[in-house]
């Protein structure tokens, strides 16, 4: 398994700024993930962080609102720019680790509300 | 594209009962992976089991079992001798098994079954 954390665990922030996420694995792992749960919803995944190189995101998510970076095999980050209340959602890492092929794992998720 | 459909949106279970969650799946795919996630109130996605598509038995850990009918494409969660600690949000996810391709590593999740666990 792996231990993923992220900072921060949640924050309030106010419509029109910036936050940026961060997740830490304790291990390398082949792929990393960026999930979003809005309210009582499933997750929905933003794009999948690419090491040295863009993003590759779903549709629906472009890199203008959700900018990400991964600059080793251990740590992403992703900011939501511009915030408005509907981006208030819970904000999850994912990893896939190098062996043991098909297990994913989630980090502990940042609770973010935009006011 | 795959899509995950959990039919059940609430379920609930008297403690040391067993208790059975539906899932169902659609994919033109033969490789593929299934998994049941837990999400207790601390928000924290726990993987509780997975099952490989080319595997015929079913996957079994501890309380937790799956009933994978791959021709049906379907994959229930049975949970025995149901605890306190059980109550949570339920999500089935599938997963491509194929490398590469635009859908590689995606997990697609279903829409989530809340359990309640009554003492």
């Known amino acids: 398994s792996a231990v993923i954390s992220q900072k921060p665990s949640r924050d309030i922030c106010q419509r029109g700024t910036s936050l940026t996420i961060q997740c830490q694995v304790d291990s390398q792992v082949t792929m990393m993930f960026w999930y979003r749960q809005q309210p009582g919803q499933s997750l929905t995944l933003i794009a999948t962080a690419n090491q040295g190189s863009e993003a590759t995101y779903e549709s629906g998510f472009v890199i203008d609102k959700f900018p990400i970076s991964r600059p080793n095999l251990t740590f992403s980050t992703l900011t939501v720019s511009n915030m408005s209340p509907e981006d208030s959602s819970i904000y999850l890492c994912?990893?896939?680790?190098?062996?043991?092929?098909?297990?994913?794992?989630f980090g502990p998720g940042t609770r973010l509300l935009v006011l | 594209a795959q899509t995950v459909t959990q039919s059940q949106p609430e379920m609930s279970v008297q403690e040391a009962e067993t208790v059975t969650l539906s899932c169902t799946y659609d994919t033109s795919e033969s490789d593929y992976y299934l998994f049941w996630y837990k999400q207790p109130p601390s928000r924290q996605m726990i993987l509780v089991i997975r099952q490989e598509a080319y595997k015929q038995q079913n996957a079994t850990e501890n309380r937790f079992s799956v009933n994978f009918q791959k021709a049906a494409k379907s994959f229930s969660l049975k949970i025995s001798d149901s605890q306190l600690g059980d109550a949570a949000m339920y999500f089935c996810?599938?997963?491509?098994?194929?490398?590469?391709?635009?859908?590689?590593?995606?997990?697609?999740f279903g829409q989530g079954t809340i359990l309640t666990v009554h003492p």
């Open positions: 996810a599938y997963r491509s098994g194929g490398a590469g391709g635009t859908s590689y590593g995606k997990l697609t």
């Open positions: 994912s990893v896939r680790l190098a062996e043991g092929a098909g297990t994913q794992y």
